[in-house]
């Protein structure tokens, strides 16, 4: 879907929302904190914007953001968690403002970590940002996972295959996918006013994943380290535009 500059501008705001939640729970993280008071700061920057939360209540999600430690990859449950020097810890945010969407993610360091994590976690970010590069106008969509694929495999590390980035506009997941690696197919080409949310998850060990018994988080199924990024993109005339960017 090509969305309008009037809903590009309200993604924007969104965005916005997202980028200073990113900053905020990053600037928090540090041994002795819980995954839950996390997610109290993400809460705070949501009603001190009067924006809306994506994440609660979502399909029954129970709280702001996904908070996934070490060998968690994804859908983590902010709760009495305590983060120890040498975690690495992945957040998962979002926000809705007048309607539209804006998702992001990153993986950050708890104190000293060992220098295998924080490759892991330098090859991710740095597999996000290849991926963006493609949103160009008239490349093709799938362009994007072979750029990802491309960073990741280069350092031996493997993509995760079971969890997608996705489309988003009015609903935070929206068709079409984004693999973040070469599907087989070229897929759609891109539009000015597109716009998409390119999360690379990436396993130290194998691609396989588990789902745990709460029926959310899911880790590595070999117990491996795994490190995530994310941010929402549009498609311009000038290039990908970065609407939830900060420092991560």
């Known amino acids: 879907m090509r969305r309008t500059p009037a809903e590009l501008d309200k993604m924007r705001r969104a965005g916005r ?28 920057v949501i009603a001190a914007r009067g924006a809306r939360s994506n994440f609660l209540n979502y399909h029954g999600f129970p709280a702001t953001i996904c908070t996934s430690p070490n060998e968690m990859i994804v859908h983590g449950i ?26 992001a993610a990153y993986t950050a360091p ?12 330098e090859v991710t970010r740095r597999s996000l940002h ?43 997941h929206e068709q079409p996918s984004v693999p973040n690696y070469w599907p087989g197919s070229p897929g759609p080409r891109l539009k000015i ?12 060990g194998g691609p396989e994943t588990l789902e745990l018994a709460d ?20 498609v311009t005339e000038e290039g990908p535009e970065v609407f939830t960017m900060a420092d991560v």
């Open 17 to 44: 929302v997202v980028a200073e939640i990113l900053e905020k729970t990053r600037a928090a993280i540090r041994p002795g904190v819980t995954t839950r008071q996390l997610d109290e700061v993400a809460r705070a």
């Open 193 to 204: 006013g597109n716009v998409f949310a390119v999360e690379p998850m990436v396993n130290l």
């Open 78 to 103: 902010p709760g009495d968690y305590v983060l120890e020097e040498g975690d690495i810890i992945s957040v998962d945010c979002g926000a809705i403002v007048e309607g539209y969407h804006g998702d």
């Open 215 to 234: 029926g959310w988080s899911v880790v590595t199924k070999d117990g491996s380290l795994s490190a995530h990024f994310e941010h929402t993109i549009a």
């Open 130 to 172: 290849a991926g963006i590069d493609q949103l160009v106008p008239d490349n093709r969509l799938h362009e994007v996972g072979r750029a990802v694929q491309e960073v990741v495999e280069k350092e031996n590390f493997s993509v995760v295959r079971n969890y997608v980035g996705h489309g988003i506009g009015t609903a935070m």
């Open 110 to 121: 708890v104190g000293k970590i060992s220098a295998e994590a924080e490759r892991l976690i």
